[in-house]
């Protein structure tokens, strides 16, 4: 943990946890050096559903090319906190308000995830042109993967025995400008695998758009880079990912390459920051109660992990009673929530953790607030504190 952050930490009382922390600082680095390892030809947009806290979208939106959307509502948000970024607007079941919201914002591409949406597109009146990339389900083997959105029978994109209705629509319809292709077939995926994949998908896309006649601009392929929670210093090697693209991007000097990663952008910066209510034990096993839970930090739950953590003691205990503490022992870390899933790290070894000891809660700033059911039991929210102290520059920047 950054020092400033730990400082930061140390200095919250007990009435303002549970708190969220972003590190905006480590937010911005780590965003530059991602763009910094892409080579030319590849755009770098952000999923904006992996966390839009306007003060993230704020930083990232200097560091990035654009932002991908899945609802009308992340599209209304990205247009109210970053305006004028390029939008690509994506996601299954698009509503003929989205489309027609899509339309009114001019977004820079919209994903077709069916034929349906491509029907409710050539029914809307009007002139406006939009550029389009097709979400296609490709038949490819993905084997173990955090993740899987495609690859197998699934509701995202499209069959590719249904393209060619679609490139009829498309031929029917002046108004939308087929650029190419979209994938987003899995999470979980580190940079070799992603690489491997990325070919694979090149591959396909060349021949279809050769045998079929389209001209082939753009290929996106999605997100999903590999977070591994379990070992959070180990992290997706952007480096060898970027080296990889340029390799494949000299095979098709013609072609841009997009790609719209949200974990693996935001999840380092944010901390979920709380304090041991209770420790007790059941049956020889210890368990600590910590203020809040998984209404404020879905992502162990959803993913069946433990979230990983840092211990920031708290000496003074003022309390006539004895500390209940655990003590080099396997802990439990629950939440305050009645029910048995409210487990934020299971059976994980602890030296010494005593009651009014700070837990802070690492890989928070993807897929963690914003994914939580927090009106469950109705405990007091969290409270967000954004850590900048990087130099504000003086003056527009050029
Ligand atoms: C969720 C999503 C992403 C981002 O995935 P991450 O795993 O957060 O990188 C990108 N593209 C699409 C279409 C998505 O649905």
């Given at each position: 943990?950054?020092?400033?952050?730990?400082?930061?930490?140390?200095?919250?009382?007990?009435?303002?946890?549970?708190?969220?922390?972003?590190?905006?600082?480590?937010?911005?680095?780590?965003?530059?050096?991602?763009?910094?390892?892409?080579?030319?030809?590849?755009?770098?947009?952000?999923?904006?559903?992996?966390?839009?806290?306007?003060?993230?979208?704020?930083?990232?939106?200097?560091?990035?090319?654009?932002?991908?959307?899945a609802?009308?509502?992340?599209?209304?948000?990205?247009?109210?906190?970053?305006?004028?970024?390029?939008?690509?607007?994506g996601g299954p079941g698009k509503?003929?308000?989205?489309?027609?919201?899509?339309?009114?914002?001019?977004?820079?591409?919209?994903?077709?995830e069916s034929?349906?949406e491509?029907?409710?597109?050539?029914?809307?009146?009007?002139?406006?042109?939009?550029?389009?990339?097709?979400r296609?389900?490709?038949?490819?083997?993905?084997?173990?993967?955090?993740?899987?959105?495609?690859?197998?029978?699934s509701p995202f994109g499209?069959?590719?025995?249904?393209?060619?209705?679609?490139?009829?629509?498309?031929?029917?319809?002046?108004?939308?400008?087929?650029?190419?292709?979209?994938?987003?077939?899995?999470?979980?995926?580190?940079?070799?695998?992603?690489?491997?994949?990325?070919?694979?998908?090149?591959?396909?896309?060349?021949?279809?758009?050769?045998?079929?006649?389209?001209?082939?601009?753009?290929?996106?392929?999605?997100?999903?880079?590999?977070?591994?929670?379990?070992?959070?210093?180990?992290?997706?090697?952007?480096?060898?990912?970027?080296?990889?693209?340029?390799?494949?991007?000299?095979?098709?000097?013609?072609?841009?390459?997009?790609?719209?990663?949200?974990?693996?952008?935001?999840?380092?910066?944010?901390?979920?920051?709380?304090?041991?209510?209770?420790?007790?034990?059941?049956?020889?096993?210890?368990?600590?109660?910590?203020?809040?839970?998984?209404?404020?930090?879905?992502?162990?739950?959803?993913?069946?992990?433990?979230?990983?953590?840092?211990?920031?003691?708290?000496?003074?205990?003022?309390?006539?009673?004895?500390?209940?503490?655990?003590?080099?022992?396997?802990?439990?870390?629950?939440?305050?929530?009645?029910?048995?899933?409210?487990?934020?790290?299971?059976?994980?070894?602890?030296?010494?953790?005593?009651?009014?000891?700070?837990?802070?809660?690492?890989?928070?700033?993807?897929?963690?607030?914003?994914?939580?059911?927090?009106?469950?039991?109705?405990?007091?929210?969290?409270?967000?504190?954004?850590?900048?102290?990087?130099?504000?520059?003086?003056?527009?920047?050029?």
């Open positions: 943990m950054r020092q400033q952050l730990l400082q930061h930490v140390t200095e919250l009382d007990a009435e303002d946890l549970p708190a969220y922390v972003y590190d905006l600082h480590d937010l911005r680095e780590h965003a530059a050096a991602i763009h910094a390892a892409l080579p030319e030809g590849v755009q770098l947009f952000y999923a904006a559903k992996a966390n839009s806290d306007p003060r993230l979208l704020e930083v990232l939106r200097d560091h990035v090319d654009g932002f991908e959307v609802s009308g509502g992340e599209l209304h948000h990205i247009q109210a906190t970053c305006p004028g970024a390029p939008i690509a607007f509503t003929p308000a989205e489309l027609e919201q899509a339309l009114q914002a001019g977004v820079d591409r919209l994903h077709i034929e349906q491509l029907h409710l597109l050539t029914g809307m009146p009007g002139e406006r042109t939009v550029a389009v990339l097709l296609v389900n490709l038949p490819i083997a993905l084997g173990p993967v955090a993740l899987a959105m495609g690859g197998r029978p499209l069959d590719p025995a249904h393209l060619d209705r679609c490139l009829a629509l498309i031929a029917d319809d002046p108004r939308i400008r087929l650029r190419g292709i979209h994938v987003h077939l899995a999470s979980g995926l580190d940079a070799t695998a992603q690489l491997d994949l990325a070919g694979r998908v090149l591959t396909w896309a060349s021949e279809w758009a050769d045998q079929k006649g389209v001209e082939l601009s753009e290929v996106n392929l999605g997100g999903g880079m590999g977070v591994d929670y379990g070992c959070p210093d180990r992290r997706f090697d952007w480096a060898a990912f970027g080296a990889g693209l340029h390799r494949l991007l000299e095979g098709h000097p013609q072609l841009t390459l997009r790609i719209e990663p949200g974990r693996s952008v935001t999840v380092y910066c944010g901390w979920y920051v709380t304090e041991v209510l209770d420790i007790k034990r059941s049956a020889g096993r210890a368990f600590a109660v910590l203020r809040g839970g998984t209404h404020h930090l879905r992502t162990p739950a959803a993913k069946q992990h433990d979230q990983p953590f840092a211990i920031i003691p708290v000496d003074t205990w003022d309390r006539p009673w004895k500390r209940p503490r655990a003590q080099d022992e396997p802990v439990t870390l629950v939440g305050q929530l009645c029910t048995p899933k409210d487990v934020l790290a299971r059976g994980v070894q602890a030296e010494r953790l005593r009651v009014g000891d700070k837990i802070a809660f690492g890989l928070a700033g993807a897929y963690a607030w914003n994914i939580s059911h927090h009106a469950f039991l109705m405990h007091p929210a969290p409270r967000f504190h954004h850590l900048d102290h990087a130099p504000v520059p003086a003056g527009p920047q050029s």
